[in-house]
């Protein structure tokens, strides 16, 4: 995987690409936005690690310039000005995550593993990550229950929430069809349209994002996960919206060969 650090103190931009380097990724630097835009038309990176902090705002003009979003490369922003409004304005242009500076390692190569996987192997406006419909419900706080529209490694989707404004930060509760304990998660709103609204995980520890990245690769090649969708379907709270839904997730995990699904589906007067 060829990866663009962008990184005006050449000192700390050379540690970013040696441990890159270590992880036997191939890492180019530049200093200069100018450079930047150069590399990324040359030389074609799969993702950008990007210094928000280059004068006049430079970096953030690059996220959202029209030749970044025309190659559909992951970007991933650091900054010393680790703000909440920063990361959610960086998040809003298409940002895969906001790092703050001092950047963790562990975090950033866990980010990498994922990007490696998942969007590296797609072409130009292809490169995205991937989503997965479930309508695993979810608990914000200890009164307010929403059901997901979708769900990411890296984010969540629910019904569109007129009381939130874009920036607001919640803590959400919620269990993935996996027998695994629950998870809380912090979340951020970072936009929203007719849909509904999108939430980005914040701050996720490695560990949690293990188990969404291992349950999301699973439930779209997995038969057992996928059962374990459909029957989040058929049993979460929107029970008759997602009723067809569930029965194409049956049918996929009964197509390779999974008993259940296919007892399922006949308890359910759509199997053979």
Not at 227 to 235: D, H, N, P, S, T
């Amino acid at each position: 995987m060829k990866i663009l650090v962008v990184e005006q103190d050449k000192r700390l931009g050379e540690i970013y690409t040696e441990f890159l380097r270590d992880l036997t990724y191939e890492a180019t630097l530049v200093t200069t936005i100018d450079d930047a835009y150069h590399e990324l038309e040359t030389w074609a990176p799969d993702v950008v690690m990007l210094d928000l902090d280059l004068p006049r705002n430079a970096g953030l003009s690059f996220l959202e310039s029209h030749q970044v979003r025309r190659s559909a490369v992951p970007v991933l922003p650091v900054s010393a000005s680790g703000t909440e409004n920063l990361a959610l304005q960086c998040l809003r242009l298409g940002a895969i995550d906001f790092l703050a500076k001092p950047v963790p390692f562990e975090r950033l190569r866990s980010l990498l593993s994922f990007l490696q996987i998942y969007t590296v192997n797609a072409e130009g406006p292809q490169r995205r990550v991937p989503r997965l419909a479930c309508p695993i419900p979810l608990r914000v706080g200890f009164e307010v229950e929403w059901t997901a529209i979708d769900i990411s490694p890296f984010g969540v989707k629910v019904p569109r929430q007129a009381w939130l404004q874009p920036g607001a930060t919640v803590t959400l509760s919620f269990a993935l069809p996996d027998d695994k304990p629950p998870l809380d998660v912090k979340a951020m709103l970072v936009r929203s349209d007719r849909e509904g609204d999108f939430f980005s995980f914040v701050n996720l520890s490695e560990a949690v994002l293990r188990r969404l990245l291992g349950f999301c690769k699973g439930a779209t090649c997995d038969r057992v996960a996928m059962f374990r969708v459909g029957l989040a379907c058929e049993f979460g709270t929107r029970l008759a919206q997602d009723r067809a839904e569930a029965m194409g997730w049956y049918r996929r995990s009964a197509s390779l060969g999974y008993k259940r699904a296919a007892q399922r589906l006949r308890a359910l007067g759509e199997g053979p």
